[in-house]
């Protein structure tokens, strides 16, 4: 079945260790996003990619970078975690067009040490 | 920043019983979405409701909206334990490539 796949599932770092999470997808879809969610909260959009135009939000601290190196992979990047980036974070893919929903995948939860 | 409110933030009811949860909104929108989230998982999209529909039904699911009210409600008929999860509706505004404001979910608890 075509998806969106998220490694690890659990990622544990210790704090200001660079740690990069993976997003996969066989949707061939333009769109692909990553998320944080902290316990009990909304998803919060960190930045997005249409193709290879990269979108960050406005409010997404430097810490956090992204590469898309082709279609179907997309890569988070935290240079320095802090106990604050303790979260999980959800990869989403959608297509272009409207109205479109999102696939998510399972997420990685990233816990600092 | 979020968007969205959802009422109430949790419900706890029986099994076949029916769950009402009701989303607020402050811009205008494109469409309104609703996703579950099972504790620990991703978000799986249950439907989606276009700013010129005015109720839509899938399965056991009912939605409306309510564009003067920047509303929408969810409906679960005859609720399963396997309904428990977290619900959160999503509005997308005309804007860049799909981008999504969630509000802050409703946590469901269907006791068998």
């Known amino acids: 079945d075509a998806m969106v796949i998220q490694n690890p599932r659990y990622q544990v770092t210790q704090f200001g260790k660079p740690v990069t999470l993976s997003c996969s997808q066989t949707?061939?879809?333009?769109?692909m996003y990553w998320y944080q969610q902290k316990s009990s909260q909304a998803p919060k959009l960190l930045f997005h990619?249409?193709?290879?135009?990269?979108?960050n939000e406005a409010d997404t601290p430097d810490n956090f970078q992204s590469r898309r190196p082709n279609t179907s992979f997309c890569f988070l990047d935290i240079r320095s975690p802090g106990l604050g980036d303790a979260a999980m974070y959800l990869c989403a893919t959608s297509r272009v067009g409207q109205p479109q929903p999102q696939h998510f995948g399972d997420g990685t939860r990233l816990s600092i040490l | 920043s979020q968007q969205g409110e959802e009422d109430p933030q949790a419900l706890s009811i029986q099994e076949g019983e029916n769950a009402t949860m009701n989303c607020s909104y402050k811009?205008?929108?494109?469409?309104l979405q609703w996703y579950r989230q099972n504790s620990g998982r991703g978000l799986v999209h249950l439907i989606l409701?276009?700013?010129?529909?005015r109720e839509k039904h899938s399965g056991r699911l009912r939605v409306t909206l309510d564009t003067s009210k920047k509303s929408s409600s969810l409906l679960i008929t005859a609720s399963r334990a396997a309904d428990t999860a977290s619900y959160f509706c999503a509005t997308r505004g005309g804007t860049s490539y799909g981008k999504l404001t969630f509000g802050q979910g409703t946590i469901l608890t269907v006791h068998p």
């Open positions: 990619y249409y193709d290879k135009d990269f979108n």
């Open positions: 949707l061939n879809h333009n769109v």
């Open positions: 409701i276009r700013s010129n529909e």
């Open positions: 811009t205008s929108i494109n469409n």
